[in-house]
C-alpha cells in the first residue's frame, strides 16, 4: 500500500494538466495513489475498477511483478545509453521480438516515446521514402475527420477532430481527409463491424482524383477510431482502402496506438481485419503503459530505400534521445513476456461475446442513442444534453468515479476498454455501474 495514502498535495496550481478540465478538477480532485491488476486506489483509499486499462495502454493490468522487476534491474544495470550511433543490446533483442509479433512483412521497428512521436515519424518515413526512390513529388497526407494521431502538428494536421486543431493554425499544408465513418442512423446498436459504409472508402478515389496520384504519399487511419468515441469499420472499408492504396502507388499507415497489443482480440487490429499496412504505428501496450515508449512498424521494402548511398552517412534524419531507452526497452520485453504467458494477446477474443452481450444489455438504459462494440472495445453514446454537448457524459464519468469505476468519456460517448484480464464479473460491475449512473444524471 502506498505511503501516499491520504496525504493531499496542498497545492494543485502549478501542474497544468492535460486534456482535462483544470478548475473543476482542482476543486473536486480524483486521485489515484496506487494500482494493483484491475484496480486502482483512490487517495481516501477506495478501490477503483479500471475500465480504461489506464488511458488505453495497461493492456496488462497494472504493477504487473515483471515488468516491475524489470524496470528495477535495468535502472541499476544500464540506466542510459545513447541510440545515435551507439547501440546496447537489449533494444536489438526487442524490435526483434517486435518483429515476431507483427503482422508478416512488417520488419524494422523505429522506437519513440508516445503515439504522437510515433506518428510524426510514420508521416516522415511515408515523406521520405518517395523522395529516397525518386518520387518526391509525393507529398500529400490523407487523414480522416474524427481521426486521432496525438497533439503534434503532424498528427493534428491529418487528425480530424475539431477542438485539437482549431486553435493551432494552418497545420501541415497538402493535407486533404476521408470522411469520417460513424452512420448511427443506418449502423446503431451494431455488434462488431457494420454493415453500412464500406462504400466511404472510394471517397479516396475522389481525393485522388482532385490532386492526382503522383502527389500522394500516404493514407493514414486508426484500424478502429477510438479517442473518437469508438469507431468501427464498416464491413470491407479496409480492404477497399488498401486496394486504392495499392492501385497508385499510395501508403498506407495504420494508427495502432489503441488497437495494438490484444486490444481486438488479435495481436494487432491488422491481424483482425486481415489487411496489412505499409507502416504501422504502435506506442502505449508496447510497455503496458508503465514508460512512455512508441514502436513504428515497416515494411522491408520501404527500410530497404534507406540503405543507400555512402556507408557512413546517416540514412534518415530523425530520431529521440530516448528512441529505445534501455528502461522503455526492459519493461516491453518484461511486457512481451507477460503477455505471451498469459495469452492476452488472443485473449479478448474469448471474452469480447461476453463484452458484447454486457454492453449491449445497456441499450435500454437511460439516454443511451447507441452501443457498439469490437474486441475488449466498447462505447455507449448518449443523447446530449440540450444546449450542453459533452455534460451528461462527463457527469456520468464524475459519478462512475465515486461509485468506483473508472470509465472514459469522449464528447457524449462512454468509451470502456478494461485491462485485457478483465474476469466476467468485473465486466458485469463495469456495466452495472454504467446503468446506475445512467440513471442518476441529468
Ligand atoms: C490512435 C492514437 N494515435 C496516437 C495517440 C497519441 O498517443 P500519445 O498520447 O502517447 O502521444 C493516441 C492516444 O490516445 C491514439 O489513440
Redesign the pocket.
Known amino acids: 500500500m502506498s505511503n501516499r495514502l491520504n496525504v493531499k498535495p496542498n497545492d494543485l496550481r502549478a501542474f497544468w494538466m492535460p486534456f482535462t478540465a483544470n478548475r473543476q478538477f482542482k476543486q473536486a480532485p480524483r486521485m489515484l495513489v496506487s494500482a494493483k491488476d484491475m484496480h486502482y486506489t483512490s487517495d481516501d483509499g477506495r478501490k477503483i475498477l479500471d475500465g480504461t486499462a489506464g488511458?488505453?495502454c495497461v493492456n496488462a493490468g497494472h504493477c504487473r511483478p515483471k515488468i516491475t522487476e524489470a524496470i528495477q534491474t535495468q535502472a541499476a544495470e544500464l540506466d542510459y545509453a545513447p541510440a545515435f550511433q551507439m547501440g546496447h543490446p537489449i533494444v536489438f533483442e526487442l524490435a526483434n521480438r517486435l518483429v515476431d509479433v507483427a503482422p508478416e512483412g512488417l520488419e524494422h521497428v523505429f522506437f519513440t516515446n508516445?503515439?504522437?512521436?510515433?506518428?510524426e515519424t510514420a508521416l516522415k518515413i511515408a515523406l521520405a521514402y518517395h523522395r529516397a526512390r525518386g518520387d518526391g513529388s509525393r507529398f500529400r497526407l490523407v487523414g480522416r475527420e474524427r481521426?486521432?494521431?496525438?497533439?503534434?502538428f503532424g498528427?493534428i494536421s491529418v487528425g480530424g477532430i475539431v477542438a485539437n486543431r482549431k486553435m493551432f493554425g494552418t497545420l501541415l499544408t497538402g493535407v486533404d481527409h476521408l470522411p469520417h465513418t460513424h452512420l448511427p442512423q443506418k449502423n446503431a446498436f451494431t455488434r462488431g463491424e457494420p454493415e453500412h459504409g464500406a462504400d466511404l472508402a472510394d471517397e479516396l478515389e475522389r481525393i485522388v482524383a482532385l490532386h492526382d496520384a503522383s502527389t500522394v504519399a500516404a493514407v493514414i487511419v486508426?484500424p478502429v477510431?477510438?479517442?473518437t468515441g469508438v469507431l468501427i469499420p464498416p464491413k470491407g472499408y479496409l480492404k477497399r482502402l488498401r486496394e486504392i492504396c495499392d492501385k497508385h502507388g499510395i501508403l498506407l499507415i495504420f494508427?495502432?496506438?489503441?488497437t495494438g497489443f490484444g486490444r481486438l482480440g488479435t495481436p494487432f487490429g491488422s491481424d483482425y481485419f486481415g489487411i496489412v499496412p505499409d507502416i504501422m504505428?504502435t506506442?502505449?501496450g508496447v510497455t503496458n503503459g508503465v514508460i512512455?515508449m512508441?514502436a513504428v512498424f515497416v515494411k522491408k521494402e520501404i527500410h530497404d530505400a534507406f540503405m543507400q548511398g555512402p556507408e557512413h552517412l546517416i540514412e534518415f534524419f530523425h530520431g529521440y534521445t530516448y528512441s529505445g531507452n534501455p528502461i522503455a526497452s526492459a519493461a516491453a520485453l518484461a511486457t512481451l513476456d507477460t503477455y505471451k504467458e498469459e495469452g492476452l494477446l488472443t485473449r479478448g477474443a474469448e471474452l469480447a461475446p461476453y463484452w458484447e452481450d454486457a454492453l449491449h444489455a445497456l441499450k435500454d438504459a437511460p439516454h443511451v442513442i447507441d452501443v457498439r462494440n469490437i474486441g475488449l472495445v466498447g462505447a455507449i453514446e448518449l443523447e446530449p444534453l440540450a444546449g450542453q454537448p459533452t455534460k451528461r457524459a462527463f457527469s456520468a464519468f464524475v459519478k462512475a468515479f465515486e461509485k468506483g469505476c473508472l470509465i472514459r468519456t469522449t464528447g457524449d460517448i462512454i468509451a470502456l476498454s478494461p485491462p485485457l484480464i478483465v474476469e466476467k464479473g468485473q465486466i458485469d460491475e463495469l456495466v452495472d455501474c454504467v446503468r446506475t449512473v445512467l440513471g442518476e444524471v441529468e
Not at 147 to 152: I, L, M, S
Request: hydrophobic share 30%.
Open positions: 488511458l488505453w508516445s503515439g504522437s512521436e510515433s506518428v481521426g486521432y494521431h496525438g497533439v503534434n498528427g486508426e477510431a477510438g479517442s494508427d495502432e496506438v489503441i504505428i506506442a502505449k512512455p512508441g
